[in-house]
């Protein structure tokens, strides 16, 4: 068994990144008190954009730059109305959701239902993505959330908003920051672990990141353990697929949400969210 | 008025993507609107596609008027079209009532684990959506598929709902349900204690209202009637499963709720509404090439329009 999963582990390390990217992301922001159900959205637009801007420039690096600035796009749209007009956060991302959705479905469409990226993303950089995705990222992440006035501040947004002066601006950050994690994870998604975009690509992995957040109590190392957990759980469908036992192709395709389901469930004890989380 | 001003901005932005096609914008609504409203076999086939929109959309009126976040409609519609073709040999109404239950039960593993692991039925519920994609793609590639086996899709169910001229019974029954719906939100005592504890729950309890009650009983009918929106469309339009078989209902019941302001009545406007922009969709796509994504763009539109508005604020 130990066998198993410690040969899994690298390949779910590399499959998870643009989960734990997102995971990251969606992180920053519920620290300042915003849930962001619109990340599917964001990761999805992402995606679409890398392949457009990595077609254009043939570059992996401005592919990147497109998917981030398609998150960033995304992220916009989401804080004008979950921000800046108060809406309530789970119908607007919602509508989010449903907005990119269409909209990544109608230019695929237009495209004649062909958007492949140009080439390969090499394997040397993608060794340096998933470094920084599962290092350095992190590591950055702590040092901000608990070691600089910004961070205090930004955490206080999700506490007690009412301490904060310019509330707005902290969470437009996090919106920022979140956009910026989440449009890479949706680059890394459609260049290094598919060969382009394809409808709805993303399949949930925005809301598995939400779950993965709460099951790591919003913290940065929960965050990678969790990650990594359902990662190694998750490529568990791959083994049981290449182990042949019978278990049918199409239920092991279930198993990704299970994982989320009892990774959701296995919450115990008390959890405690940012204090103005949602509001 | 808000309502009708939102489906209007939302049609001329809608129009304007038609830009992105090298088309005319009053091209396009020309053929949104003759695609279906212009003849009467349009009108039927926006009628047909009300049907499951009217009832995945008072499912979500249900459990956001009790401040219960069923995202899950897609899910609940597709166990809903399983159990009611697992049940139609026994007869449409056994079917109909297989795909009710089947409904409730899928939404209540989400109600359990709130009520027993504290995890947010929000993601509980879209997580068990996928679960269910995946349970219906296993289902017509194996238990039940075509007795041919040539493609992955069920035999013609045993059953069917009666036909009402071009329509079928459905289109009855969800009006049906949509003043049982009514009914009870606002002339019972259960609906009442419902509203209640999605208004303010907190005050809810202090007036001695089991909270955890409200949310088992608004998670069970909202998941019925998403579960009946599926066996309706099986029993009354495709008769057979196949794997993109729920086509997005179950979300699109979430525009079709904000539309109506979450009011049962209404959500009968608010789905015809809908059910003519996808009809219209449709026909875009087979004569024009615009891709019928469009629908769901418009639903996303509406939704953000309504927030604009002001009529769909945060409940703080």
Known sequence: MIDVILHALPIAIVASTPLLLAVEGEMVVQRAGIINLGIEGMMLTAAMTAVLAQHATESVLAGFAGGILGALLVAAIFGVFAIRYRADQIVTGTAINLLALGLTGFVYQAAGGALFAASAMSEAAQYVAVLLAWIAIPAALAVMLWMTRFGLRLRAAGENPEAVQHVHAYRWSALAIEALLAGAGGAFLALALSSGFAENMTAGRGFIALSIVIFGRWKVRGAIIGTALFGVAAGLQYTLQAMNIGLPFHLLLAVPYVVTLLILCGIAGRVRAPEALGR | ?316
């Not at chain 2, 956001?64 to 597709?78: C, L, M």
């Not at chain 2, 789905?271 to 019928?292: K, N, W, Y």
Request: glycine share 12%; aromatic share 8%; charged share 10%.
């Open chain 2, 1 to 316: 008025m808000r309502q009708i001003a939102a489906a209007v901005a939302a049609l001329v932005l809608l129009s304007l993507s038609a830009l992105a096609f090298g088309r005319s914008p009053i091209e396009l609504l020309q053929i949104l609107v003759s695609g279906s409203i212009g003849s009467q076999f349009a009108l039927e086939g926006t009628l047909l596609k009300s049907v499951p929109l009217l009832l995945t959309g008072l499912s979500v009126a249900v459990a956001f008027r009790a401040g219960v976040w069923n995202i899950g409609g897609e899910g609940q519609f597709i166990v809903g079209a399983i159990a009611a073709i697992m049940a139609a040999r026994f007869g449409v109404i056994a079917a109909l009532a297989a795909s009710m239950l089947a409904g409730a039960l899928w939404a209540s593993i989400a109600t359990s684990m709130r009520l027993w692991r504290n995890a947010p039925e929000v993601l509980t519920t879209i997580l068990l959506n996928f679960i269910a994609i995946h349970l219906l793609g296993w289902c017509v590639n194996g238990p039940l598929q075509e007795r041919g086996g040539q493609y992955p899709q069920t035999d013609a169910a045993a059953a069917a709902l009666p036909q009402v001229g071009e329509l079928h019974a459905g289109v009855l029954l969800a009006i049906l349900a949509s003043v049982a719906t009514w009914f009870l939100l606002y002339r019972t005592m259960e609906g009442l204690r419902l509203r209640a504890t999605g208004f303010n729950a907190r005050a809810a309890k202090w007036a001695g209202i089991d909270v955890d009650r409200q949310l088992v009983r608004a998670m069970g009918i909202s998941g019925a009637l998403a579960g009946l929106a599926g066996g309706i469309e099986l029993l009354g339009v495709t008769h057979r499963l196949f794997e993109r078989f729920a086509a997005g209902y179950g979300y699109s019941g979430i525009a079709v709720a904000l539309l109506a302001q979450l009011h049962p009545l209404a959500t009968i406007a608010s789905s015809i509404f809908f059910g003519a922009l996808t009809t219209g969709a449709g026909e875009l796509q087979r004569t024009a090439g615009i891709s019928s994504n469009v629908a769901t763009f418009g639903e996303a539109v509406v939704i953000l329009i309504l927030i604009l508005f002001g009529s769909w604020r945060a409940r703080d």
